[in-house]
């Protein structure tokens, strides 16, 4: 997995047929999908219980791009493995999801994971001054995880900003997760974002049977960042 500042959309498989993740996911991929997103929620660390380990394994043979695991779950350290041998690329834990994050960091790098650190909308950008170091990608919740769908949190553009200049020419993936669509796209990608995820917006209006309107969803996201 190389690193690169190039515009990537990575659509979240919460808003995919639960029932055919396999075939959506090959579908979304062959429309343009960048990487894919897959939202692990625990009932406990926020108000929804999606995801485990073995749907991630399930899942992995579909998956050509980026798989990118995001852990919104409560304690994180003792699942790292597990969706480290599920065939994660990327793995994400919460800078609130535990009293020690550099040891989440390092037991992910230590996995053979690329290291992501998600930041609540309500969470500043101080504490992670000292991680830098530690992290392949900074995850930005522009709205309250748990559920898709949300409203975009517009307060979490200066945030963006803030760690685009704190990261500087680090490879560090500056990811945003929540509300993107064609609108709020470009905003982020001019305050320094580069991975962008969608649910809705990416996998509204199509299917497997017709996948079509997955790339045209994808392609208009792009499209409004080119031509902002």
């Known amino acids: 997995m190389s690193f690169d500042r190039s515009i990537k959309i990575a659509p979240s498989i919460l808003a995919a047929d639960f029932a055919n993740f396999g075939a959506e996911i090959e579908a979304v991929e062959a429309q343009g999908a960048d990487w894919i997103h897959v939202d692990v929620m625990d009932g406990h660390f926020v108000p929804n219980l999606t995801f485990g380990p073995a749907t991630c394994a399930a899942i992995r043979k579909h998956i050509n791009t980026v798989m990118d695991v995001h852990l919104m779950i409560s304690p994180v350290d003792p699942y790292i493995q597990a969706f480290a041998d599920a065939g994660a690329d990327v793995l994400t834990a919460h800078l609130e999801a535990g009293p020690h994050i550099h040891r989440t960091l390092q037991a992910i790098r230590g996995a053979g994971c690329k290291a992501g650190l998600a930041l609540n909308p309500g969470t500043g950008v101080e504490d992670v001054e000292y991680l830098l170091d530690m992290v392949d990608l900074i995850c930005v919740m522009t709205v309250n995880p748990g559920f ?41 990608a001019a305050a320094g974002a580069d991975v962008l995820v969608a649910g809705s917006a990416v996998f509204k209006g199509g299917s497997v049977q017709n996948p079509a309107p997955y790339g045209e969803n994808i392609r208009a996201i792009k499209a409004a960042i080119d031509n902002a």
Do not use: C, W, Y
């Open 148 to 188: 898709g769908g949300q409203k975009f949190i517009h307060s979490q553009i200066d945030k963006v900003k803030k760690l685009r200049a704190m990261i500087g020419d680090r490879p560090i993936h500056i990811e945003i997760d929540g509300g993107i669509t064609p609108e709020t796209a470009p905003l982020m």
